[in-house]
């Protein structure tokens, strides 16, 4: 009967310490998980700088003054965001132009308006342009096919933003009369006018618009009669 008792006892004394260690573990590892899960990040007692918020631009476009008796409407591509945004723009015929083609003279407005420094307005929108000054439009030279312009500049020597924004501007607007066509544009020398074309993918990576464009065929001279 003693034994009996005695190893009763010994095995209950057994179970209640593996209760009371079985316990203490628990609130143990309770304790370590609170402090390492927590938020999901681990305490610490250095600082961490993750740098500022990343900022947003809004390009939202700026309402424009009334119609210029003196020039038109026009909607001019703008960088914002990495991308081609159109603003819309009264845009006035240039005063001293010596261009006496029609198609030249509006394209030359376009380019004067590209040329501008953005508004308050437009650059606290997050609008800016890389079109460089002084870039000015021509007549096309004998040969040249129908609707050619010729710049002061090469365009393969502009950078492709300036030169997405010359092609999808000209391209968009009503007063040049392109419709769906490309835009041709040669420069200042001898060589052949290119084709450009304002597509979805260049106004969203205007980068990404190709340096030269399509060699166009001169067009045959007329024949004497």
């Known amino acids: 009967m003693s034994g009996t008792s005695t190893t009763s006892w010994t095995s209950g004394t057994g179970r209640m310490r593996r209760m009371r260690n079985g316990l203490l573990f628990g609130v143990a590892a309770a304790g370590l998980l609170a402090g390492t899960v927590g938020c999901g990040i681990r305490a610490t007692t250095v600082p961490v700088d993750v740098g500022a918020a990343p900022s947003r631009v809004s390009c939202d476009t700026p309402a424009q003054p009334?119609?210029?008796?003196?020039?038109?409407?026009?909607?001019v591509q703008l960088?914002?965001?990495?991308?081609?945004?159109?603003?819309?723009?009264?845009?006035?015929?240039?005063?001293?132009?010596t261009v006496r083609d029609p198609l030249a003279l509006v394209a030359q407005a376009l380019l004067e308006a590209l040329e501008r420094p953005t508004s308050g307005?437009?650059?606290?929108?997050?609008?800016?342009?890389?079109?460089?000054?002084?870039l000015s439009a021509g007549a096309p030279r004998p040969g040249d096919p129908k609707g050619a312009l010729r710049l002061s500049r090469k365009p393969e020597d502009l950078t492709p933003i300036a030169?997405?924004?010359?092609?999808?501007?000209?391209?968009?607007?009503?007063?040049?009369?392109?419709?769906?066509?490309?835009?041709v544009l040669g420069g200042p020398d001898a060589d052949p006018p290119r084709t450009w074309e304002c597509t979805d993918a260049v106004r969203a990576r205007p980068e990404s618009?190709?340096?030269?464009?399509?060699?166009?065929?001169?067009?045959?001279?007329?024949?004497?009669?």
């Open 121 to 134: 307005q437009e650059a606290d929108a997050g609008f800016s342009t890389g079109v460089p000054q002084n």
């Open 79 to 97: 960088l914002c965001g990495s991308q081609l945004v159109g603003v819309e723009r009264v845009v006035p015929l240039p005063e001293k132009s």
């Open 163 to 183: 030169l997405s924004q010359i092609v999808c501007t000209l391209a968009g607007s009503e007063a040049m009369g392109l419709g769906a066509g490309p835009v």
């Open 209 to 225: 618009i190709p340096t030269l464009g399509d060699v166009v065929k001169p067009s045959p001279s007329p024949t004497p009669s």
């Open 66 to 75: 009334g119609a210029d008796p003196q020039g038109f409407r026009a909607t």
